[in-house]
């Protein structure tokens, strides 16, 4: 007997911002009908009081005000908020802290510099690293370190594989992290393990743990004299956040480097990165901050520094850190530019 054939769903997104209504031609004797049974069945539920949950009074709290509906959102010039993104109206981005949204501006201005890319190549790229250089500069302010402290990397995900490589795993090592830890960080941490003949130790942490609990979980694992320790400052899953200052403090007491995984930190706290103590910290650009996807920040301790190396070789490996990491070939340079560059 053959195979069933089955429809495959559509997929495609309309990107059209003006919502399309039908036409009145469009409808036929079956719409008609429904429409009318769909009213029909719509004024039978009010006469008998079933109506949406949102509807029904707070029969506990019966004096309680409801929640008011927030106000749209201004720019400085007292315009719409929402114009300065270029995000569809028929759809409700509420997914920024995966995806972000870039402003109209960016996007121009990035534009803008691939336009230039493009008319000049060879001019383009021997002045790439200068300018990635530069924008470390102007973005060193908000990061809350100073401009030779960090370099960019495509997400935080790069920036902590990159991290947990630089650890210089041996046999019989071992890494510790917990189990609020990004997915991608962890496999990113297990494949370095096996490849060295070391080990991951998962540390469970209760999600309700005060911060006193929780340095003392990992003080313990501390005390065993890990190669290395990997947490959130604030969980992605979980959404919890963790006390990496003292974290770090323990940290350095025990001679552990700990590597923190701060994806939402940048856009959310002021000067993120400012007064850590952590061999290395990454930071997504692409979420909170709204840029490009494909930007984000690993600042790192000068002496953890020394051993950390973009994940693809080229030609400013010997270049002390972060200039490696500006000098990467014929990368696409322009996501880290529009949103820092005067």
Sequence with gaps: MGAMAT?????????????????????????????????????AAEQHGDREDSEQPDLEHPDS???????PLEARDGSPAAALWSLNSRWRHINHGSYGAVPVFAQLRRMA??????GAPQRWFMAAPARVAQARTELAEFIGVDADSFGFVPNASAGMTASIRALGLGAGDEIIVTDHAYGAVSFSAKREARQHGAKVRTVPVELDATSDEVLAVLGKALAKKPAGL??????????RNFPVAALAELAQKHGVP????????????????????????????????????????????????????PLIDSWGMDEPFPGRFDDQGTMDYTPYLPLWMP
């Design 7 to 43: 429809k495959k769903p559509d997929l495609s997104v309309d990107v059209n911002h003006d919502e399309q209504s039908p036409q009145p031609d469009e409808h036929n004797d079956s719409d008609t009908d429904a429409s009318n049974a769909g009213a029909e069945q719509r004024e």
């Design 113 to 118: 510099y691939l336009q230039e890319a493009e």
């Design 230 to 239: 990997v947490i959130d400052s604030t969980s992605s899953v979980t959404a």
């Design 65 to 71: 005000e409801q929640p008011a509906r927030p106000e």
């Design 258 to 309: 700990l590597l923190v995984d701060a994806a939402h930190a940048p856009g959310v706290q002021a000067r993120p990165a400012e007064g850590g103590a952590a061999s290395a910290w990454v930071g997504n650009l692409h979420k909170w901050a709204c840029g490009f996807r494909g930007t984000a920040v690993l600042v790192a301790e000068k002496k953890f520094a020394k051993n950390l190396y």
